[in-house]
């Protein structure tokens, strides 16, 4: 048995916002809400796309209409897992319950002693 560290992305929703520094704050906030107290071990941030043109980086966020979605990643220790697979299945399940209706997808998982 492995110990994994697992890196998923998360797609948060948030109505009502002028700005995307407002909805960064909204969604982390949201999300820290939902997590905690039991999953107070989930590290949450906001993700990072990069241009396809110019290849700089820059906050996930998408504004329109005052509604924002907010690429969020979330990132967790998963102990005793099988495999990288079973890690991954781990994390989802237990950030997934937490966060209904939220995509989740795993974006890295890497194995630490």
């Not at 209409?65 to 690429?71: L, Q």
């Not at 237990?94 to 209904?100: D, E, M, T």
Request: glycine fraction near 4%; charged fraction near 25%.
């Amino acid at each position: 048995m492995s110990n994994y560290n697992v890196v998923l992305e998360a797609a948060w929703l948030v109505r009502d916002v002028n700005s995307p520094d407002d909805a960064i704050g909204v969604a982390i906030s949201e999300a820290g809400k939902r997590l905690n107290p039991k999953l107070d071990f989930v590290e949450v941030d906001v993700g990072t796309t990069y241009c396809p043109a110019c290849e700089e980086a820059f906050s996930s966020v998408f504004l329109a209409a005052n509604t924002a979605i907010v690429g969020l990643v979330l990132e967790m220790k998963v102990f005793d897992a099988e495999t990288e697979e079973h890690a991954s299945r781990i994390a989802k399940s237990v950030i997934g319950r937490a966060l209904r209706d939220v995509p989740l997808k795993v974006i890295d998982v890497e194995e630490f002693q």
